[in-house]
Nanobody, 126 residues
Framework: QLQLVESGGGLGQPGGSLRLSCVLS????????IGWFRQTPGKERERVSC????????YHAVAVKGRFTIFRDNAKNTVYLQMNSLKPEDTAVYYC???????????????????WGQGTQVTVSS
């Protein structure tokens, strides 16, 4: 059974940075597409970024493009979300998710992911 554990959330300053980590256990990263999602109360879960298993190519939603970076360290079975130039509207619970596949993740939505972490709160406020 694949398990995902997020960490790195907390309070960030507007314009500041945070790095989220997602550690996978149970399976290697190689054949999994990994995504980061976020959700605020009363809203649907929103896709933030993902990284494709086939060639590590990233996808970023328009709202975070140019500010967030997703990358993986296969040796550590960890996927990171580097969040720079934080904005108050980035405040949310962030989830990482994984699904098996050797293709591009850009077309994957929340319902396409099989495994989810428990989430980590990110609050951006001065």
């Amino acid at each position: 059974q694949l398990q995902l554990v997020e960490s790195g959330g907390g309070l960030g300053q507007p314009g500041g940075s945070l790095r989220l980590s997602c550690v996978l256990s149970g399976f290697g990263l190689d054949y999994y597409n990994i995504g980061w999602f976020r959700q605020t109360p009363g809203k649907e879960r929103e896709r933030v970024s993902c990284i494709s298993s086939i060639d590590d190519s990233p996808y970023h939603a328009v709202a975070v493009k140019g500010r967030f970076t997703i990358f993986r360290d296969n040796a550590k079975n960890t996927v990171y979300l580097q969040m720079n130039s934080l904005k108050p509207e980035d405040t949310a619970v962030y989830y990482c998710a994984a699904t098996p596949g050797h293709d591009y993740c850009s077309g994957y939505g929340p319902t396409d992911y099989e495994y989810w972490g428990q989430g980590t709160q990110v609050t951006v406020s001065s």
